[in-house]
């Protein structure tokens, strides 16, 4: 297998200066031998996986007994998805430390963003799993270089968070995967002079549990070095925009503190005053500066005019984060998006070899060291069209319809399935991809979107199961008023920061009493408390959502939904009211028909880790 590039940069001998150069040649090289080769790389990680874990449970299970070719393993291992190995994930995490997935010891669980029973589903990882994801963060810079010189010149301001840990049963620690990585020497030991990781963010404000104490030190620390900036970014689009919002709110203090060169005593972390007192000092000039250009009327632009030497914005604007496209646009007067890797709490799988393209047309490149791909065709059989079916395990023969990375085939879109060093076996990630073109013989992919998802803000995904039961359980708050719930829709408004879900309902009364507003502000939080757990942290701790939203609408909007949609050329027989709703005119026509609308009134109940783990 080609050697991976090692992270520690290497020293000229006269003065300690990194030698970019030959670390971007070793990465692009790198990138090159793992494409060319990508079928015998495959071949070899699904070995090296399978013979490390010859004696783990899971396998024996299936009577794999130590085999590691891949016919084999395709015959009798089978496809699944987490549902299928919740059991035995519960079971480490009740403090089984045998080798029931994977032959070395499950360092964390990565709570991934999608859910199960409304709580984080749990990803077991491996310390080693930490090298495979610096290997890929080592690839981005040499990458982008190659189309935006100079990024050595400057430094990155990017918003990144940690977000609040818990503990299983068994004592393994649960947390995100950013979260982890953040924490790890890989992130906090990174050499100070390597000029791709320099960021204005000191590592203290990173790990600062505090997410206002957090965001507001790193805006601080970006605006106080504004012409050092040449890009800028946070991981999703979401968290980026959140920033700009945030410095709406609070650049008359953050002036205050540039001009006093003090930290607002509302930050009171003390390693974060430390980190940052450590370089602030009086500038006056630029408090005059920044107090200018946030009090005029428009912000349009606000992020060249503040940052103005920045080059792109780094944030990933593909799935639902496309929804953000236009306000970044308004923001940055157009800066280049750049969207750099596609990862997740299973595994990180791949890059963007080509950053500059536009969003629409972005595709990421699988590294085949990451772990084993295969790809389940996308077609109605397996359909993800919304469907109220939970996905189910494959039938033996479906089991061999799936393809390996390099057999995929242009334009064919696939769900994505992945064997991990830390003991995923033929695990459906729930995405689903489409073979845009290929880099040497490994597929590049545009990400089309997960599966079932309709709602999503930041990072919270809400399927139409959830949906239905939530506004299910909310509904019951009517039939004491002779009222039912005759239909309803939903949709995720980004027009506001943060954004929020919008219910429409339509309802039909046959009591006398009307029904006073408070019973649909009970209405907007019992959807609140029966979304997942991601959902209610993004309301909660990270303020990434705004309160839920219901709209009642007038009798009989949901028969002009169908005449619009007959109109569009669905069939009769087939139409069903969609549960959520996208295109404009379709929202249009809802708000036409508002007569009233109500929020929650408050944020339902969160608390970090599974809701039945002691904390
Ligand atoms: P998590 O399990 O919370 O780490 O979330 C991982 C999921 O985020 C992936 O399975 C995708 O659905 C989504 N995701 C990650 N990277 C990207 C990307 N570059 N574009 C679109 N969606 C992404």
Redesign the pocket.
Known sequence: MPEAPKNIPEYDCCGGSVKIYDKNRKALQFIEEVTSNADEVQKQVLSEILSRSANVEYLQRYGLDGRTDRETFKKVVPVVTYEDLKPDIDRIANGDSSPILCSKPISEFLT???TSDGERKLMPTIEEELQRRSLLYSLLMPVMNQFVPGLDKGKGMYFLFIKSEAKTPGGLVAR??LTSYYKSSHFTDRPHDDPYTNYTSPNETILCPEPYQSMYSQLLCGLYQNTKVIRVGAVFASGFIRAIKFLEKHWHLLCNDIRTGTIDPIVTDPTVREAVMKFLEPNPKLADFVEAECGKDSWRGIIIRLWPNTKYIDV?V??T?SQYIPTLDYYSNGLPLV?T?????ECYFGLNLNPLSEPSEVS?TLIPTMCYYEFLPVNRKHGFTGSFSKPVSLEEKENQDLVDLVDVQLGQEYELVVTTYAGLYRYR???ILRVAGFKNKAPQFN?VC?KNVVLSID?DKTDEVELQNAVKNAANHLMSFDATLNEYTSYADTSTIPGHYVLYWEISLSGETSIPPSIFEDCCLTVEESLNSVYRQGRVQDKSIGPLEIKIVESGTFDKLMDYALSQGASINQYKAPRCVKYAPIIKLLNLRVVANYFSPKCPKWVPGHKQWCT
């Open positions: 991934s963003s999608g995100p995967v990933i593909t799935g984060m969207c890797m596609y990862a997740s709490s990421y990630v729930g995405d990400f997960r990072s």
